[in-house]
């Protein structure tokens, strides 16, 4: 299952970068958003807040701290555009929509399974992730609900 995340996320970058077609849609002026404000802090996060002091767990703890914010670049980025094409709304909804149903397999695997440990740092990192798709998900369906194209507030 690693190979085919490892996969699709090369062809992701891949279509983004290269792809005659795709690669048009970039618009260097709207995209200012600093990535180092988040990766620095994630880091900074993991090193003080982890389940213990590997290299590996700290690595990992990295991960999903980076994972729960690195939606915010592209969330800035439809802000200032303001007007979103449905293939782009309909890929950060399912984004978020795959984060809330993740949220919801941890609920069940807690009340079902016996094995009652608390796994704190990817519990709050993904509640963190979906609350930041909140705001998304309410003008995504209100822009169904008017069959209209996705258009974000100034």
């Known amino acids: 299952m690693k190979l085919v995340f490892l996969g699709t996320s090369i062809a992701i970058v891949w279509y983004m970068r290269y792809h005659k077609v795709v ?20 880091f900074v996060l993991a090193l003080l807040i982890h389940h213990s002091s590997s290299v590996t767990e700290i690595l990992w703890t990295f991960s999903i ?32 929509a795959y984060r809330a149903l993740y949220i919801l ?6 009340l079902v399974e016996d094995n009652h440990r608390y796994h ?18 309410y003008y995504y369906f209100k822009s169904w609900k008017n069959r209209e194209k996705l258009q974000l507030p100034a």
């Open 65 to 96: 701290y980076l994972e729960a914010v690195a939606i915010l670049p592209q969330l800035v980025l439809l802000q200032r555009s303001r007007i979103i094409d449905n293939l782009t709304g309909n890929y950060v909804f399912l984004l978020g």
């Open 105 to 110: 397999n941890w609920a069940y695997r807690f």
């Open 23 to 42: 690669k048009q849609t970039y618009n260097k002026q709207e995209d200012t958003f600093r990535h180092y404000f988040l990766v620095l802090p994630c």
């Open 120 to 137: 704190w740092i990817p519990w709050i990192s993904g509640l963190v992730q979906t609350a930041l798709y909140a705001d998304f998900f």
